[in-house]
């Protein structure tokens, strides 16, 4: 079995396969490939709703990954960027987190969203 099926759907979602999940992806094709498919087939599920759209899914991962101060936002960031949303939608769903988590994840969100758009205008 291989894990080019898997990362082409984060190469679909964020234009990259972010280095932790890669990583995941390789070491668990080796030992447990059916609990790699399971795991992998409801992320899908679940992010590929049939009810609410990809801009929407990925600005709420981005919040609550911003709660948690996960390295993760920047690539749910960048998937929300590549459904559609913009620098206003992004910085009001890190306004939402900022609501539950204060200060840590508005910082947050600051880092993040400074690093995704000063790589964009290279």
Do not use: C, W
């Not at 992320?43 to 919040?63: C, G, W």
């Not at 960031?77 to 508005?106: H, N, P, S």
């Amino acid at each position: 079995m291989s894990t080019e099926k898997y990362k082409a759907h984060y190469i679909d979602m964020i234009g990259m396969v972010p280095p932790k999940v890669a990583q995941r992806l390789d070491f668990s094709v080796d030992v447990d490939p059916e609990g790699l498919d399971r795991i992998e087939t409801l992320r899908k599920d679940i992010l590929l709703s049939n009810t609410i759209d990809q801009k929407h899914i990925q600005l709420m991962a981005f919040a609550v990954l911003l709660t948690q101060t996960s390295a993760a936002a920047e690539f749910h960031g960048r998937a929300a960027i590549r459904a559609g949303a913009t620098k206003e939608q992004l910085y009001d769903a890190a306004k939402v987190a900022f609501l539950f988590r204060g200060l840590a994840a508005i910082n947050h969100a600051g880092e993040i969203l400074t690093k995704i758009y000063a790589q964009d205008d290279e």
